[in-house]
């Protein structure tokens, strides 16, 4: 069974930047797409951005331009950058894969963007 464990959120001025991380159990990676979620109280929960195995990426238009997803499979790490943050981006953020394995999500990581 693969976990998936992420970390990164905080508190964070609008304008500012977070970085986070996804570590999974063992290698799956290499072989599969991940993605990178978010969900606001009383929203369902939406994909941000994806990679694939090969290092495409896409991203939700309200994102573009300010996060980047990447991945290290030698670490079997897959990172959110997220860049000029606003307070609407402040939601719980999980990373599974791409599609979404409905037994992978994990606890997600906080981020508050708010002055």
């Known amino acids: 069974q693969v976990q998936l464990v992420e970390s990164g959120g905080g508190l964070v001025q609008p304008g500012g930047s977070l970085r986070l991380s996804c570590a999974a159990s063992?290698?799956?990676?290499?072989?599969?797409?991940m993605g990178w979620y978010r969900r606001t109280p009383g929203k369902q929960r939406d994909l941000v951005a994806a990679?694939?195995?090969?290092?495409?990426?896409n991203y939700a238009d309200s994102v573009k331009g300010r996060f980047t997803i990447s991945r290290d499979n030698a670490k079997n790490t897959v990172y959110l950058q997220m860049n000029s943050l606003k307070p609407e981006d402040t939601a719980v953020y999980y990373c599974?894969?791409?599609?979404?394995?409905?037994?992978?999500w994990g606890q997600g990581t906080q981020v508050t963007v708010s002055s």
């Open positions: 599974n894969t791409h599609p979404a394995g409905s037994a992978l």
């Open positions: 063992r290698s799956i990676f290499s072989i599969v797409a």
């Open positions: 990679i694939t195995g090969g290092g495409s990426t």
